[in-house]
């Protein structure tokens, strides 16, 4: 249930009101399955036309972030089938550190993925300044790992970023979504694991450090502060719409539902 949404748009919306779209997760892919037979076969609640993007490792880098980087997620053929089909492609390059030599390190990937279609997705500031300025045709996408809590966050990063991700324990503050401006360029969880309920998210960067080869000791803050476990849950998208948002971001349940991918 977790993979599929609660309350999926699935009949042609009113004149006035944007049909929702959907970025959904490549993580988990087996390498053998293309990436078209995988959204028909755990997302296949989505219509094709309503898939915004498909995010994943690509090529390796030193500036993924948010899960451990182990293994290309989104092969060649995949990253072509989904231009064929007009989908386009998000790149996860979500570490909390990023220097201006991985920037230019990375450049041959940045310009080989250059499209109006395509985004990154950037927890770093700097990062985000830098590609926006040399490949302005991506999207630049402001992760949930910023932790944009606040109106005055929020509309600060209005300014550096073309879309952002809020936390999901937004979706519970429907006076605070009602008031945000610009929901146009908000994009909102569509279902969520364990970061739903965590306290401090302090597993991320230490995934950063261990990304760069650094290694480290991995964090997390379940050992540290209680909290409600409760698996993988789905949000009302229907009262979400209802509030004037229509981007949305979708996970696949890992096995035991405690998260997604």
């Not at 909390?96 to 390190?105: G, L, P, Q, S, V």
Request: hydrophobic content about 35%; charged content about 25%.
């Amino acid at each position: 249930m977790s993979d599929k949404p609660e309350s999926c748009e699935t009949n042609t919306p009113e004149s006035n009101t944007p049909k929702s779209t959907y970025t959904i997760s490549a993580r988990g892919k087996a390498d053998h399955q293309s990436v078209i037979k995988f959204l028909k076969q755990h997302f296949a609640a989505v219509p094709l036309g309503q898939v915004e993007s498909v995010f994943g490792f690509v090529e390796p880098s030193t500036l993924y972030g948010g899960r451990f980087y182990l293994m290309r997620q989104l092969s060649e053929r995949d990253t072509g089938l989904l231009a064929d089909h007009g989908i386009g492609l998000r790149i996860p390059f979500t570490n909390h550190f990023a220097t201006k030599e991985e920037f230019d390190a990375n450049r041959p990937l940045f310009a080989k993925y250059h499209h109006k279609r395509n985004s990154i997705i950037c927890t770093n500031d700097d990062l985000a300044y830098w590609i926006k300025q040399e490949y302005p045709d991506y999207d630049i996408e402001a992760s949930v790992i910023k932790n944009l809590l606040k109106p005055e966050q929020i509309e600060e990063a209005f300014g550096l970023y073309d879309t952002l991700v809020l936390p999901m324990v937004l979706n519970d503050d429907e006076a605070f979504l009602a008031a945000l401006a610009q929901k146009d360029r908000i994009r909102l969880f569509a279902n969520a694991g364990c970061a739903y309920t965590c306290p401090a998210r302090i597993c991320y960067k230490s995934i950063s450090k261990f990304n760069k080869g650094q290694g480290g000791e991995f964090k997390c803050s379940q050992d540290l502060k209680a909290r409600e476990m409760q698996g993988m849950i789905d949000f009302d998208l229907q009262r979400l719409r209802n509030l004037g948002f229509h981007k949305f971001k979708l996970l696949r349940a890992r096995a035991g539902d405690q998260t997604g991918y």
